[in-house]
Structure formats: structure tokens, C-alpha cells
């Protein structure tokens, strides 16, 4: 007996299915309705409204819905025991510190890897997932990266101080010699490429915090990616993209032991 009821991009498997209609109130879009034998079925022209979020699959308790050909077993199960407490959160969330002090040792690639993975997760507006990294290891590249952004704010006369500390120190104060850079670009022409951009940055700051690993928003870079030449030029990225967040990566060499005072929150209740 036919037990799978193929649609152009769900399929219910009706012997799983509890008709218990969880789908239907779940989707984003109300694009699944019940048909009269119970089961959900997609409405007509819901396909070109679905944006994959992948809801249905997801909170399905009978792991009866597949979706683009992804079955409720080929995704990854959640995992009660591993969900994060409050506490542990909160504790994440105001011991991260942006970090530019780094320890001189390189960011496992497999580690970085890991993070990637992790940042497909991150929300997107209407889950198009136009964010693209663009990763740099080579200490000689972030030190040309720095040095460019430099130039460009000679270019526009702007923090002679810093400028000053690379032309006789030799420091940067741009990019803190990190030993990984990430950068985040997507097409100008997205949806909301910004947020999701930043969203996905944010995201990356604190998965990596959690793994020991300290972040800092590389703010002077960002603003010569997207105004300097020469160093759009170097970049290279995809035709049409534009930098939208970018973070310097490293091992922290110290460790902070206590969280600094922040402003009181500034929230109005309406
Ligand atoms: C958009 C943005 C750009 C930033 N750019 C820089 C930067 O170019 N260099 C830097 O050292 N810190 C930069 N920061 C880090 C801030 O200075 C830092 O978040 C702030 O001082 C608070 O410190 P904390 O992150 O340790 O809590 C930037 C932060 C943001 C959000």
C-alpha cells in the first residue's frame, strides 16, 4: 500500500502521520492545510511561497514530513541534555569581551570549519542565507589588510594617532595582528544583507567564545573594504558583493576576571 503522499515539495508519510495538525499552525507562511482524510497537504502555490525554513520537518513529533527530499532522519536530532542554561548563557553573553590581544597560534582550520558549519544556522531574512565568509589565516595577508586600511584613512586624514603607531611602531591597531580574519559579504542587491551579515558576525563571536576563542568587530577595516580601492581591489570578492561585518579571530593571551559595569538598560515598556 501507498503509504507516502509525494507532493511537489513535502511528502507526508501518512502510517507516521498523527494528524495532529502541528505543521499546519507551525508554518510560517499557512502554505499546509489539512485535506479530508486529516493529513496535511501543501496549498496550491505554496511552493513558490515556502522559504525552506524547514518548520514543518523540524516540530513534526511523528518525524512523518519530509521536505525537498531532507526525511526527518537525515537532520539532526535536538538534544535536550545539551540545551543551554539561563545562567550559562547570561554568563556567555557578558563575560565575552572583544578580544585584541592575541596568543601566537594559529586557529585550527578544522576549528574555524566547525564555526562555518555552525553560522548556516543563524537566522536570514526569509531564510535566503546570503551570507558569504571570506577567511584569512595568512598573517602576511591580514598584516596587507591592515596596512591598506591605514593608507585609507591617510586618505581621508582621519586618526592620525593610529596612522602614527604603524608608520613608527609598526603596530597595528587595525587588525591587532590577528592570526584569523573573518569577513562576511553578501550581494548588495539582497534582501537585508546588513542584519544578516551582522546577525551571522554576532553569531560567530559567540559560538567561538564558547570554543576559547576570542573575537573582535575589525570596524576600521570594514570601512575601507567598502571604500578603498586598492583594498577592494585585493579582496577580490564575488561581483556585487559588499563587506557587511568582519572580525578579527584568535587564542586570548590573557584572561579577564571579572565582567565590566555597563549603562543601565534603556528599555521603554509601551
Ligand atoms: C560595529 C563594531 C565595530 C567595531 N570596530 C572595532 C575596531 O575597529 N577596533 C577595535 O579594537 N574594536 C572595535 N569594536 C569593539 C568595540 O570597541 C567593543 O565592542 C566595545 O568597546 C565594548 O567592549 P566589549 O566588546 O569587550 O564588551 C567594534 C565593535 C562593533 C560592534
Known amino acids: ?139 602576511k595577508k591580514i598584516r596587507r589588510m591592515a596596512g591598506m586600511t591605514i593608507d585609507w584613512l591617510r586618505e581621508c586624514n582621519i586618526f592620525p594617532e593610529m596612522i602614527a603607531t604603524w608608520d613608527n611602531e609598526g603596530e597595528d591597531m587595525v587588525l591587532r595582528d590577528a592570526p584569523l580574519m573573518a569577513i562576511a559579504h553578501s550581494h548588495k542587491d539582497a534582501l537585508n544583507p546588513p542584519v544578516d551579515c551582522t546577525i551571522a558576525m554576532t553569531t560567530l563571536e559567540l559560538a567561538a567564545s564558547a570554543m576559547g576563542i576570542g573575537g573582535c568587530w575589525a570596524g576600521f577595516f570594514m570601512g575601507a573594504a567598502n571604500n578603498y580601492v586598492p583594498l577592494e581591489e585585493y579582496l577580490d570578492l564575488p561581483e556585487g558583493h559588499n563587506v557587511y561585518a568582519a572580525l578579527m579571530l584568535g587564542y586570548p593571551k590573557f584572561s579577564y576576571q571579572r565582567i565590566p559595569a555597563r549603562e543601565g538598560e534603556k528599555v521603554r515598556w509601551f
Request: glycine letters at 8%.
Open 1 to 139: 500500500m501507498e503509504t507516502i503522499i509525494e507532493m511537489q515539495l513535502i511528502a507526508i508519510d501518512k502510517e507516521k502521520c498523527k494528524k495532529d495538525g502541528i505543521c499546519i499552525t507551525e508554518c510560517p507562511f499557512n502554505i499546509l492545510k489539512e485535506n479530508s482524510d486529516g493529513i496535511p497537504e501543501m496549498i496550491p502555490g505554496g511552493e513558490a511561497v515556502c522559504m525552506r525554513c524547514g518548520h514543518c520537518l523540524a516540530v513534526c513529533p511523528a518525524g512523518a514530513l519530509t521536505l525537498g527530499g531532507e526525511a526527518p532522519g537525515s537532520s539532526g536530532p535536538v538534544k535536550k541534555n545539551l540545551s543551554i542554561e539561563a545562567d550559562a548563557m547570561e554568563h556567555l553573553l557578558k563575560t565575552r569581551r572583544s578580544v585584541r590581544v592575541y596568543k601566537d597560534k594559529p586557529v585550527p582550520r578544522e576549528t574555524a570549519g566547525r564555526l562555518m558549519d555552525m553560522m548556516r544556522w543563524a537566522p536570514t531574512a526569509k531564510n535566503l542565507q546570503p551570507v558569504y565568509w571570506t577567511l584569512v589565516d595568512d598573517r
